[in-house]
């Protein structure tokens, strides 16, 4: 029996775990071992994952300055520049990899678990748009404009191949090859990755545990996903913005206090704790208000709905900004004041205008969806890197 070594390193949500899940049961009828080295074990135990999980090395202490203004500022935020942190972090893979002696690797935004693999164990890169860069580049564009970069790219991949020499691993000729893998493979829509005009091959398309459905007509409701973790960290109560709305309210939230949900129950919403059926859910939506992840934000894209995308931080962010820029929703930056959701949420529902629009591509993302087999596609992938 062959070991499928499946890494994860940086970002929150379930959503990378619960990629890197369906993409273990996609292999698991060809007998082969999971182990999962995670970034939050703890949420892989929530889920139930039935597999080894193991804790993933921390990264560096992270910088008291921060950009997002490129993935390279962003890792470098992380701790990427400081040499002997990386070296720690290096050595801690290599004693896992020792210790889990992989036949392959899965790497969903895990640079570094990827960087100590390259030319020593096959490598299958795995995520949505954002957390795939294409590893061609030269460097690492700009994701936006509100201030230039922080660091340099080339101090850093000096400091990078400094290490990488110094244990016996290959040098990179330019930073984006941190991604690199034997293959990669893009789990999202066009619409949604920032690297869709520097992507060379196509997008594999977002995975979903059910076919999206087409949205109701007279779908009315308002489905709210505050997911988990999040919404302790939004610097506003969200809450009075979605009493106005409360009858119409679905909301799905884990991490909500028992207060906010007695509030929001009393007014008329149906509150649950636990994940709902997207595509049943959805299908009687007449909008959906979530934080900015990917894959929610791919399946109300085929259902045909319009959005309203809360960001607190710049993955979310660039979801809503792809989202209002094709006339499909609108997005706030929580961090920006003033924050005025119940004036977005007016302006949405009462905008006939864009729900046509939402409905048209839900229609082309739903047609998109038959060309794409993103399980399919890692599992050929997969198979022939394991020799079977």
Known sequence: MKTV???????????HIANLERL????????????????DPQAARLMGLNAVVLQAPSWPA?????????MHDQLASNGLTDENGLRSLLQSWDDIFRTVLPDLMVADYAPAASLMARGRIPLVV?????????????????????????????????????????????????LPQMFSGDAQIVLTFPLLDPYDLQRPEPQAGPIFDSPPLEARTDADSIFVYLSRGVLSALPFDIVPALVPVAERLIISAPDITGEQSENLSRCGARVFSQHLPLSETLASARLAVHFGGGGLASHAIAAGIPQLVVATHIEQLLNGLQLENAGLGKVIDSFVPPVDISKSLEDILADDNMRQHAAQAGHEHRNMLKSMKPLETFEAAALNLLGK
Do not use: C, I
């Open 126 to 174: 795995v995520g949505n748009g954002y957390t795939v860069p294409p590893s061609d580049m030269k460097r690492f564009p700009l994701l936006h404009r509100v201030h230039p970069p922080r660091w340099s790219e080339e101090e850093t991949l000096g400091t990078v191949n400094r290490v990488l020499r110094s244990l016996g691993r290959p040098f990179l000729e330019q």
């Open 5 to 15: 070594l499946f890494a994860w390193e940086h970002g929150g949500g379930f959503g």
């Open 62 to 70: 992270a910088q008291s300055l921060r950009s997002t203004a490129t």
């Open 24 to 39: 273990a049961a996609q292999l698991s009828r060809h007998h082969v071992r999971p182990v999962f080295v995670l970034k």
